[in-house]
């Protein structure tokens, strides 16, 4: 008799798709696991291409450049079935500019007296922690967390380090003696061993770096063939609708769709306009996003930076970081040139973001010159710019609550937030492909049960 009753319900779930919010790795993963398993997906894709933040340009010059990832691992590659496409790097390192020298991070800072004595009483005599700064100081050393981490944690979020949670800190930190491991074991194997880059899977020596031939969007082709069928493009999700606290359709392009379950990738703080019909995500309404500029200019010459990547705790600059991405995939850049990208932290609307993009270029050339003035006249030009209000998650003390609430629930039955600005984590592209498997798990769960 319930068997009777409840199977129309059960066929009726079925036959509606699943509909996935935004073609990025996180959208486009969970849509071909969920097809895996025998669901119905629909791929709603606001933008002309997949890939989101990952997407990758190739001009006519032979320069190729990533918006966001430039760095995955081979496990990541093999996952998405793009090993074969897939080069290993060699080297990957990371300096930090202070005071007119360059550092290697972390053993070169670690190496200095004052930052090694400081952070010996931190690990002596901790002190309580309430926020970001005091994780820092904790963690580091207050010699350290003054010059470096705070400096940094505050150009990246655009918030004091006094007002961020420690779960900044802890987002970040791999590990003296992890560290000290993978970098011998990337001497001696001759590959950029990952450190890092996952905590939902173990790194080891047998992770590393490696980049897909073309540019880094070529990851993402093995599932896109998998799926492609199921995504419609230059199609925005402009509602969601929830009746008794459960999805049942959404609105895409003018049209409304019954879906038995929604997956959204896109920024929580816009979720409480895009779901109707609760009032239950009101809250990530004040959650905040640190918005980028990503900056590329040319030179001629190789390896101009003292490694990979170069971290710029210095107020006074536009940028806190700069990556020479030829340093440790030299086929991005034509021989004997190179390109620096440029991060700087902004708001939608002030003087950064307003410049044209021959005043950003000079802004970085200025800013580059003060801590390599040799480097002028290697200059060649500037390359792509890329502006985006939604680059970094902020983990503002006041709502952490909220979003460790949220990362376990949306709340809402049939509704699933996944990926960076779904999850609203600063999660790199292999954790979010491990964690959106998990998550389908969930979704298959829901949508097979009989309610
Ligand atoms: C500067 C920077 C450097 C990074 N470096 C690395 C790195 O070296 N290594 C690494 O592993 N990771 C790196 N990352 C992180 C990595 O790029 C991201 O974590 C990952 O690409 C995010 O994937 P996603 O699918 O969660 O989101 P996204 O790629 O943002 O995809 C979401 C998609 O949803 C679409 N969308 C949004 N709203 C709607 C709507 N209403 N309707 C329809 N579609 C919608 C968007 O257009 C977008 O395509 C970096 C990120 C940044 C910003």
């Keep these: 008799m319930n068997v009777a009753v409840r199977a129309p319900a059960v066929w009726r779930r079925l036959a509606k798709p699943v509909a996935v919010i935004g073609a990025g790795i996180a959208g486009l993963t969970a849509a071909a696991d969920l097809e895996r398993r025998g669901l119905q997906v629909s791929v709603f894709e606001t933008g002309r291409a997949v890939g989101g933040m990952a997407s990758s340009f190739k001009d006519a010059e032979g320069y190729t450049y990533d918006f966001g990832a430039h760095f995955v691992s081979n496990r990541l590659a093999r996952a998405l079935g793009a090993s074969d496409i897939s080069h290993t790097v060699g080297h990957y390192g990371e300096a930090v500019a202070l005071a007119g020298r360059s550092y290697s991070y972390p ?25 970001a700064a005091d994780w820092f100081r904790n963690a580091y050393g207050a010699a350290l967390a003054e010059d470096v981490a705070i400096p940094l944690a505050e150009a990246w979020s655009g918030a004091a380090a006094t007002e961020l949670s420690p779960a900044v800190g802890q987002k970040l930190s791999a590990g003296v003696l992890k560290t000290l491991y993978l970098k011998a074991a990337s001497r001696l194997t001759g590959r950029a061993v990952c450190n890092g880059y996952s905590h939902e899977m173990p790194e080891s020596p047998g992770v590393y770096h490696v980049y897909p031939e073309g540019g880094l969007s070529r990851l993402l082709e093995p599932t896109m063939q998998q799926i492609g069928h199921r995504i419609a493009l230059e199609s925005r999700v402009e509602r969601i609708f929830v009746e008794r606290g459960r999805v049942v359709a959404v609105r895409v392009n003018g049209h409304e769709i019954g879906v038995s379950a929604a997956i959204s990738t896109a920024p929580v703080h816009i979720l409480p306009r895009l779901v109707e019909g609760t009032d239950e995500l009101d809250e990530l309404g004040q959650f905040r996003y640190r918005p980028m500029i990503f900056v590329n200019l040319r030179f001629e010459g190789r390896n101009l930076l003292p490694d990979t990547m170069l971290w710029v705790p210095d ?81 503002l003390s006041r709502y952490e609550p909220r979003r460790q609430e949220f990362a376990r629930d949306t709340g809402i039955a049939g509704f699933y937030s996944i990926g960076r600005n779904g999850e609203f984590a600063h999660l790199l592209m292999e954790d979010i492909y491990w964690r959106t498997l998990k998550r389908t798990q969930h979704v298959a769960d829901y949508v097979g049960r009989d309610v």
């Design 315 to 395: 107020r006074t600059q536009p940028f806190f970081r700069v990556t020479e991405a030829p340093f440790s995939m030299p086929w991005l850049a034509p021989e004997g040139r190179t390109q620096l990208t440029f991060d700087i932290g902004c708001e939608v609307g002030d003087a950064h973001w307003s410049m044209s993009d021959e005043e950003l270029a000079r802004t970085c050339l200025d800013g580059l010159c003060r801590i390599y003035p040799h480097l002028r006249t290697r200059y060649i030009g500037a390359g792509g710019m890329l502006k985006t209000p939604f680059a970094y998650p902020v983990y």
């Design 107 to 131: 053993f070169g800072l670690a190496a200095s007296p004052r930052y090694a004595a400081s952070a010996i009483a931190a690990r002596l005599k901790p002190g309580a922690v309430d926020n």
